[in-house]
């Protein structure tokens, strides 16, 4: 009773609420991503900084706070099972204030998106509809294990790195750097379903199709690490093939270091997998650095 009456009193959303239901901590995996793109790109940042801390921004607590506050207001019913103490079904975010922020930011978005020129724009539009057809009815691809993960994925590594390398370039990005960052964005599918883990009863009860509920923990886990190993070990043999030797060892240094940690996950899917988020993702994303710098002088292939 005390609780609702909360919620029926609050006019005014709690600024600690807001920061929260924007989601600081999932800011870095783009913000990386552009930031490898920036890398890989090859050109010189001198005179561009502006583009790169702009970007950096846009990318993280801008575009990716936007997603997590539009994906907050579409899963409040889901948050109220899963988490109830979450900003929106707490009632600490009351009303419609939580579509409003998103939406807002959503417009936000698109404002600083068009500072970064035509790709950084057109990277922008892609990265608000993918945020919007991610949680929103009646598209709602998060209901699928493997749409939902997958756009995610392409929108945390692979948009981010895309726009990084062509705003630095100002132009479409090489070759070898759409070939990684295609790849690095695939890998990042498992990722997000081990991040489905801690969801697992509220999506089973509202009809959210994660491959954690569609497999169960155990399958689910091993799908999701062989989705981040595959595309690893195809960039290791592009490296190769790239005559990039000592990055290629790098890279499977690590892979193989994830694969330790993946074994360790297999023991305990659903109560590990957080752990694992916290280790094994460090690792990942230290290749995704090192491959940026092996193809920074690639840019005529």
Known sequence: MLGTSVIEQRRWPEPAAMLRLIKPITWFPPMWAYLCGVVSAGVSPVGQWPYVVLGVLLAGPIVCGMSQAANDWCDRHVDAINEPDRPIPSGRIPGRWG??????????????????????????????????????????????????????????????????????????????????????????????????????????????????????????????????????????????????????????????????????????????????NGTGVLLYISGMMITAFAIRTMGGL
Not at 166 to 193: D, K, N
């Open 99 to 276: 579509l409003w922020i998103a939406l807002a930011m959503s417009v936000l978005s698109l404002v600083v998106g068009w500072q970064l020129g035509p790709w950084g724009f057109g990277a922008t539009i892609v990265g608000v509809l993918a945020a919007w057809a991610y949680s929103a009815e009646p598209v709602r691809l998060k209901r699928s294990g493997w749409w939902g993960p997958g756009l995610v994925g392409l929108c945390y590594e692979g948009l981010p790195w895309f726009t990084g390398a062509a705003v630095l370039s100002a132009g479409a990005p090489a070759l070898p750097v759409i070939l990684v960052a295609l790849l690095y964005a695939i890998g990042a599918h498992g990722i997000m379903t081990l991040n489905d883990f801690k969801a697992l009863e509220g999506d089973r009860q509202t009809g959210v199709n994660s491959l954690p509920v569609t497999l169960g923990p155990e399958r689910a886990a091993k799908v999701a690490c062989w989705i981040m190993a595959v595309p690893q070990g195809v960039v290791v043999a592009l490296l190769l093939f790239w005559d990039r030797p000592l990055h290629a060892i790098a890279v499977a240094a690590l892979l193989g270091a994830q694969i330790l940690a993946m074994r360790t996950l297999l023991s305990d899917p659903k109560g590990r997998a957080p752990w694992y």
